[in-house]
């Protein structure tokens, strides 16, 4: 097999293993950050929902990211990705207490007026 064969296929794998590697390596970063940071509980309202459709192409499904803004009382805001099963509980207009960590949503609890 010519050389250049070769060189080209031990590129490819060194770019396939490089983006395994860097893949795993930012995950381990920020659970590792999520798990650093304080456990915050603020009062907030929903502000915004969005959902993200991935792949799902041929044969393959699609799958999902669930995106929930939040504003709090100084008017920052923050949005935090949300499991399917909690993103249908809460309504943009809700307010309530938020519970993150991090980027990790924790729980939010509707207040009732």
Request: proline share 1%.
């Amino acid at each position: 097999m010519p050389l250049v064969f070769k060189l080209f296929g031990g590129l490819i794998l060194l770019f396939i293993v490089g983006t395994f590697i860097f893949i795993i390596s930012k995950g381990l970063i920020s659970w590792t950050s999520n798990n650093r940071a304080e456990v915050i509980k603020k009062k907030c309202k929903v502000v915004d929902k969005r959902t993200e459709v991935w792949g799902g192409s041929g044969d393959s499904s699609a799958n999902t990211n669930y995106h929930i803004t939040f504003e709090f009382e100084d008017r920052s805001r923050i949005e935090l990705q949300v499991r399917g099963d909690r993103f249908g509980l809460y309504v943009v207009g809700d307010i309530g207490e938020l519970t993150y960590q991090g980027t990790r949503f924790v729980e939010f609890v509707r207040t009732i007026d």
